[in-house]
Every structure is written in C-alpha cells, then in structure tokens.
C-alpha cells in the first residue's frame, strides 16, 4: 500500500474485554514500532521489531500488552482484559532502517469504558 | 537514556511571523534529532532531522532547525508561518548507531493566528 494502514480506527472495549489492533507497514520496510499517545501527550514508546524479531518490549506497560509480527510484516496489538487507563490512540509506525524517518499510521483510537 | 523536553505545550503568532518552538534534550551519547508535525486527524509525519554534518537543518514547508550541542537544544524556526502550518509539533531523539529506539516530547500546539 501507499502508506502504513491500521485497523480498526476507531474501538470501544468494555473494561475486561480484550482486543486486537492491527498494524499494515509499507511494504519492505525492516523496522515496525508501537506507540501509545494518551490525549494531550507525545507518543510513549511500546516496543519494536525487526523484521519478524521484537527486539525491544521495554515499554509495554504490562503483561496485558502483547505484540507479535510473525511473518515479519503486518503486526498486532493486544490488550488483554482492557483497563480505563489503557484508552489513547495507539501509533504503528515503519521505517526502512534504523536512521531513516518513521512513517506513521493513522492509529486506532482505543475507550475502554 | 534519552529524553526531551518542549517546554512550551502552546505557541500562538499571527500569520506571516516568524516563530520557534523550542526543544532541549537529554542524552549521555551522541544522538539523532527529528521534528515531526501532527496535522489535525492526520498521522505524524517527518518536518526534519539531524544526523550528523552541517549543524542547520533544513525541512518541508520552510521549517529549519538548529543542532546545538552545547545547549543540548534542537530549536524548529520559520521565518514566515501560514494558517495551515497550525497543528501539533513534536521534538524526537535517539541515540545514534543501530536500532535506539525513538523519544518524543510532550509536543508543541502553533496556532496560526489571521
């Protein structure tokens, strides 16, 4: 595709219900990242793959977060039993190498309720 | 570690003033610094960066920034601003060399006043 798509834009969870958020990066590209914005914030770092590898999981906040890229290329976002503070719009972004840009999706806005 | 600060959360000026929005920085090994920009409902997209070379940077839309390394800020400025550069800005930085993962500031709101 011509950009880094994901899905669903929008989702409502109720709080304890889990879910999945989907990542498409462009394609050929090496490096996936995960963000978390909570309103009124930058981005906050959730982890990383190359290619198929998470290399970094430093920030995903709990083990309630888990993230995989099996085929090294589209990659999901769960959130098991969902909590109140987990609603912010969660960022995938790809890039063709470490140094190079990030290129960023539209994000998934998450309320859990 | 790195990490940014953006101390001013909003920037009002009217159009066709210039404008900077500051960004200072945190680190204990050399680093990459970028500038993103968040349009309203759209995703953040790359205005600049620094790598290493030439010390003045120079991005999409008229922006610029300054590496200082002394002062550990990278600066964005824009001699003239237009409505449609409103929107949210965000200072980034990563360690250099490999995978380093990316920090983001807090951000920055310019609101373009006619």
């Known amino acids: 595709g011509a950009g880094v798509s994901q899905s669903p834009r929008y989702k409502v969870a109720k709080r304890g219900q889990d879910v999945a958020l989907r990542c498409d990066p462009i394609s050929g590209h090496v490096s996936l990242f995960w963000y978390q914005q909570a309103l009124g914030q930058g981005p906050e770092f959730l982890t990383y793959f190359q290619n198929e590898a998470q290399l970094d999981k430093s920030g995903l906040p709990s083990d309630r977060f888990f993230a995989e890229r099996p085929e090294g290329s589209v990659s999901t976002l769960k959130i098991q039993r969902t909590q109140q503070e987990d609603s912010a719009v969660y960022l995938c972004a790809s890039s063709p190498a470490t140094e190079e840009k990030l290129f960023f999706g539209s994000g998934t806005q998450l309320s859990v309720l | 570690a790195q990490s940014v600060t953006q101390l001013d959360s909003q920037v009002p000026v009217f159009e066709e003033a210039p404008v900077e929005l500051r960004c200072n920085y945190s680190?204990?090994?050399?680093?990459?610094l970028f500038w993103y920009v968040q349009y309203p409902n759209q995703g953040l997209q790359l205005l600049l960066k620094y790598l290493s070379g030439s010390t003045l940077v120079k991005g999409i839309n008229g922006f610029e920034a300054e590496f200082n390394k002394s002062q550990t800020s990278f600066h964005l400025r824009k001699p003239s601003v237009h409505i449609s550069d409103t929107a949210e800005y965000f200072c980034?930085?990563?360690?250099?060399?490999?995978?380093?993962?990316?920090?983001f500031g807090t951000g920055t709101k310019l609101q373009v006043i006619p």
């Open positions: 680190s204990s090994v050399s680093v990459y």
């Open positions: 980034a930085v990563s360690g250099s060399g490999g995978y380093q993962k990316v920090t």
